[in-house]
């Protein structure tokens, strides 16, 4: 089938629940953060997508920056021990850098079909457009 017979479908939708960003109906990961080959029900190549380090700095900068706020509010205020830390900030840098990175990364490469996204390329004078 070609692309213009699948509805467009929400990169919101499909790729925070990690599907294929076509389909709807095929999964997008293979493993935790392993992006498949291919979509097994629509046969998507998903070699369009490039997600780089767009899921990691989501996450550093909603998850890792709260958590390094709690950190040093927790030693200037109280002068807390590593253990406390251990106990508290570990925990809670885990929880909030972890699980979003799947649905981010989903929802990056959703995107990026939906909106045809594609390596930038130079234009020249006398080029098509």
């Not at 467009?8 to 498949?36: K, M, Q, V, Y």
């Not at 030693?75 to 253990?83: D, N, R, T």
């Not at 508290?88 to 981010?104: D, K, N, V």
Request: charged share 20%; with cysteine; net charge neutral.
């Amino acid at each position: 089938m070609s692309d213009e017979t699948w509805p467009p479908l929400s990169p919101l939708s499909t790729g925070i629940r990690g599907l294929c960003p076509r389909c709807g109906e095929g999964h997008l990961f293979n493993g935790f953060l392993t992006l498949r080959p291919k979509c097994e029900v629509c046969d998507l190549d998903y070699k369009f997508a490039d997600p780089a380090d767009g899921p990691a700095f989501f996450v550093m900068l909603f998850g890792c920056v709260p958590v390094a706020f709690l950190a040093m509010w927790l030693e200037v205020k109280y002068e807390a021990p590593v253990w406390v830390h251990l106990v508290t900030t570990l925990p809670f840098g885990l929880l909030t850098c972890i699980p979003p990175l799947r649905p981010l990364k989903g929802w990056l490469v959703a995107s990026q079909f939906f909106y045809k996204a594609e390596e930038g390329r130079l234009w020249r004078p006398g080029d098509p457009k």
